[in-house]
């Protein structure tokens, strides 16, 4: 008896994943469509730095939904695991998942520093709060997360099973 209800919340576990898992891919694509189309269309949102640090943020938290869940929902869907397949795959989705939420909590964080930036009442400090600063910041902590992570990645052996 305890093992048919150790059965049955196993596979109650894995459909709730399952099924919880796609409602997040769905909904995360979505939103952050919706975001990508309001901070892009909208002119008073072009020359803004935050905006501009939402919309990193949300093409690296697409990226990073388009490639870590669908690969786990048809590991649990169909036990069909892709990245065991390719072992440079494996690494690429790895790489590509870090990468992309270092990416994600710099522009969190870079948009909290220019929210406190442009509304101290300093004007010295309220001015260092620029577009210009925004590209840059943004740019230079792609390229460190980039460079961070690739040493680790390529030195890393993994064995395929």
């Known amino acids: 008896m305890s093992s048919s209800v150790a059965t049955t919340i196993l ?26 189309l309001v901070f892009t269309y909208y002119k008073i949102f072009r020359r803004n730095q935050c905006a501009f640090y939402l919309i990193v943020e949300t093409i690296t938290d697409c990226c990073l939904l388009l490639v870590a869940l669908p690969f786990r929902i048809s590991e649990l869907a169909f036990a069909l695991d892709l990245t065991r397949a390719s072992l ?31 509304t101290n009442y300093h004007p010295w400090l309220r001015q260092l709060s620029t577009l210009k600063l925004a590209h ?24 395929l099973t």
């Open 11 to 36: 596979f109650v576990s894995k459909e709730f994943a399952l099924y919880g898992y796609f409602i997040i891919l769905i909904s995360g694509i979505i939103g952050n469509i919706g975001n990508i």
């Open 88 to 118: 440079i795959w494996c690494k690429l989705k790895a790489m590509i998942s870090y990468t992309s939420t270092l990416i994600t909590f710099s522009a969190i964080c870079f948009a909290a520093i220019d929210q406190y930036l442009s």
């Open 136 to 159: 840059r910041l943004t740019y230079s902590s792609i390229i460190i997360w980039v460079v961070y992570g690739t040493p680790t990645n390529t030195a890393t052996d993994m064995e």
